[in-house]
C-alpha cells in the first residue's frame, strides 16, 4: 500500500490477514486503512525466527507480485523488520532478494517473444 497502488494480490492477502484478528473494532480500524490506502502504525511485535521467516517472506512476496519493487515498499519492509526485531543484515539480504526478483522478472520478459509479433 505505500506505493499507493493496491494490486488483486495483494488486497487478497491484506483481507486474509485480517480473518485472523479476533477484535471487530481492531477489524474495522484495519479494513478502514485499507480503503483510504493507508498502512497502519507499526508497533514491535515479538515473533519466533520461524514466524519472522515466514512474514517477511509473504511481505516480499506482496511487495513484489507487482513486478516492481518501489522505495517505499523497501523503506516500509524495513521498518517492519526492524518491528519485529529482525537484524540489519537479514533486512538488507531480504531487500537484495526483492530487487533480484524484479530484475530476474524483467530480464525474462526481455527474452520472452512477443505473441503477437508473429502474427
Do not use: C
Not at 41 to 64: W, Y
Amino acid at each position: 500500500m505505500v506505493d499507493e497502488h493496491i494490486d488483486l494480490h495483494e488486497r487478497s492477502f491484506l483481507h486474509s490477514a485480517i480473518r485472523l484478528v479476533k477484535d471487530n473494532k481492531k477489524i474495522q480500524e484495519l479494513e478502514e486503512y485499507i480503503l483510504r490506502w493507508q498502512a497502519p502504525p507499526l508497533a514491535e511485535i515479538k515473533f519466533s525466527k520461524k514466524d519472522k521467516e515466514h512474514i517477511l517472506e509473504s511481505l516480499l512476496n506482496i511487495a513484489t507480485v507487482d513486478r516492481s519493487f518501489d522505495e517505499r515498499e523497501e523503506q516500509f519492509l524495513f521498518e517492519i523488520a526492524t518491528a519485529i526485531d529482525v537484524s540489519k543484515e537479514v533486512i538488507e539480504n531480504l531487500i537484495k532478494l526483492g530487487h533480484k526478483r524484479i530484475e530476474q522478472f524483467r530480464a525474462n520478459q526481455l527474452r520472452a517473444p512477443n505473441v503477437r509479433a508473429r502474427f
